[in-house]
């Protein structure tokens, strides 16, 4: 077994660590948002935002940085499927624009700076189609217009990138989702840095000769628990398909199918199957 080159950039430290360098964040969001004008300075602000009451519930963002026009970008990564997901997202964008409002000034027109929310996604979002990225954003529905450009949310899903080759990215976005999705099994140079040089900084950050003993050590607390919540999920959805396997196994029996069949249809042993008469 090859001995890890790089971080796994989906741990909670790996992520932050990478994007946490504002270099890579200007490059990664130039890539990403496309703007008018290439963003040349991000400053990482602070990732919580306190309720406006003690009875509202506060939010913790990954990551959290303003531009020069003061455009407000969250950035998450989501290593689990959640419950009511595309709701989480609106809520987190609303969080930052509400905190927006001048409070005590008469005057204040409504006017808002844009918050856009990028959520890395290491599945794929339930209820809609798989999708590498996915822009969102106010439209009117008769006439296809923009209603506001304030705010925008991207999902971008890293797991079919697990099974692609190198030559089968084409763009810049390929490349960040490619390695972002590969990272923790490379043995060799990180890809791209001919067409992105700043992939070469993001090796450099990335590599485990190259960090210190105490981020060593944050490092293996996050890989533990980012390995610990893999294992409680695929028990999940293990003991998920063994409940629809019972439930197609109680059906059959009713059907007066044979053991033998229910058994190859549903991948029980005969005792399982057995156990339910």
């Known amino acids: 077994m090859n001995t890890p080159r790089y971080i796994n950039p989906l741990t909670d430290f790996g992520f932050k660590k990478i994007f946490g360098n ?61 419950l009511n997901f595309s709701d989480r997202i609106l809520y987190y964008l609303s969080r930052c624009i509400s905190s927006q409002v001048e409070t005590g000034n008469v005057e204040w027109d409504y006017k808002l700076t844009p918050v856009y929310g990028i959520f890395f996604l290491n599945f794929n979002l339930q209820g809609f189609k798989p999708q590498s990225i996915r822009t969102i954003q106010l439209n009117v529905n008769e006439t296809g217009e923009i209603f506001n450009e304030n705010v925008k949310a991207f999902t971008l899903e890293l797991t079919n990138y697990r099974k692609k080759d ?22 060799s140079e990180m890809p791209f840095q001919k067409e992105r040089p700043i992939f070469g900084k993001v090796g450099n950050i990335s590599q485990l000769i190259n960090m210190s003993a105490e981020e060593i050590t944050l490092y293996n607390i996050s890989l533990d628990a980012y390995r610990t919540n893999l294992s409680a999920m695929k028990n999940e959805r293990k003991e998920g398909r063994e409940e629809k396997a019972f439930e197609m196994a109680r059906i059959m029996l009713q059907d007066g199918e044979a053991i033998d069949k229910i058994i190859r249809y549903t991948g029980l042993t005969k005792e399982q199957v057995e156990s339910l008469i």
Request: net charge negative.
């Open 166 to 187: 190198v030559a089968d990215c084409k763009n810049y976005i390929d490349y960040w989702m490619f390695n972002l999705a590969n990272m923790e099994t490379m043995t």
């Open 22 to 82: 504002e270099d890579v964040m200007i490059a990664f969001l130039n890539d990403l948002l496309e703007p008018k004008s290439p963003i040349a300075h991000v400053t990482f602000i602070d990732k919580d935002e306190l309720g406006q009451t003690k009875y509202e519930r506060g939010v913790i963002y990954d990551l959290r940085c303003k531009c020069e026009d003061n455009t407000q970008v969250i950035v998450e990564m989501q290593n689990k499927a959640q």
